[in-house]
């Protein structure tokens, strides 16, 4: 907010616009204040990039001390109130933004895993590929087994043909269904939850650094839903590309239809919630 609108509501505007102008200030400091931001510069020299504040304590007083008929003190208390209510809700819209966090680091490890586990067969594989000795082969798939085994690599051949290794990844594939069906059941939590804060911020507590708040928190979220989608993308790269010649000559399996939608993550724009006066109630019940 520019230090001229400021000082325009503080000298013109009315003492509901002071009192939005105070409360303004105490939102920036529950959410930006308090994370002041990147230090610039280092020790005597360090300064801060932004303040933590919007008023001084002397404009703050000018604003309370205005307060004087009864409309302006219910004003007054009616933003007290569900400004406090906002704060018992924040902590878990800042936990939902952890949660996905946690399950795109989770899912990309397992993602890593899998395309580590697919390198190393492809090519050991290759390798194998061009000795049709059939002796030496057999030796050489010995020692790729041995050298494998932290993987539970596995021996696998076609009657008729020559070995290969083979790494098991059917664990792996149940973690990251896993992960899928969790993320799925928290973008609708998490969607559900912030758009009735952000009902509620709209309705009845308009605050800027609230709202800025919360759809930073939002877009963090929905970065890490694509985040996670590019990370399935490449879980499932190896597999789809083995089966694209399958999938022109024979109907996909009921089987395999189940598991393409086990890799399924929802869209955050496109999950539908719905936002009751009686959700609204509930939130603004909480800072009694």
């Known amino acids: 907010m520019k230090k001229t609108d400021i000082e325009r509501i503080i000298k013109q505007g009315s003492t509901k616009q002071k009192i939005k102008l105070y409360f303004t200030d105490i939102a920036y400091f529950n959410t930006v204040g308090q994370y002041t931001a990147d230090i610039i510069g280092s020790g005597d020299t360090a300064t801060l990039d932004r303040p933590d504040k919007i008023l001084t304590d002397k404009e703050k007083d000018i604003i309370f001390n205005s307060i004087k008929e009864p409309k302006d003190t219910k004003y007054w208390e009616e933003l007290r109130t569900w400004n406090r209510a906002f704060l018992m809700f924040k902590p878990t819209i800042t936990t939902y933004t952890q949660n996905f966090d946690y399950l795109t680091a989770q899912l990309s490890k397992f993602t890593v895993v899998r395309i580590l586990h697919k390198s190393y067969e492809d090519v050991i594989n290759d390798i194998l ?14 020692t790729a087994l041995e050298s494998l085994k932290q993987f539970d690599a596995m021996k696998y051949q076609e009657k008729g043909f020559l070995p290969f290794i083979e790494i098991p990844e ?3 594939n149940g973690k ?11 973008i609708k939590e998490a969607k559900e939850y912030i758009k009735g804060i952000e009902t509620f911020l709209n309705k009845q507590l308009p605050l800027q650094p609230y709202k800025q708040f919360l759809k930073d928190e939002e877009d963090k979220i929905k970065a890490n839903i694509q985040e996670c989608r590019e990370l399935i993308e490449a879980f499932t790269l190896g597999k789809t590309v083995e089966n694209e010649m399958d999938k022109a000559i024979k109907v996909k399996t009921k089987e395999e239809l189940q598991d393409e939608e086990r890799y399924k993550i929802l869209n955050w724009d496109e999950v539908e919630v719905e936002v009751t006066d009686e959700d609204i109630e509930d939130i603004k019940n909480a800072g009694i």
Not at 176 to 186: A, F, G, Q, R
């Open 129 to 142: 590929e061009v000795v049709e000795e059939k002796k030496l082969r057999e030796t050489l798939v010995k």
């Open 176 to 186: 990251v269904w896993l992960l899928v069906e969790i993320l799925n059941e928290k």
């Open 170 to 172: 059917a664990n792996i």
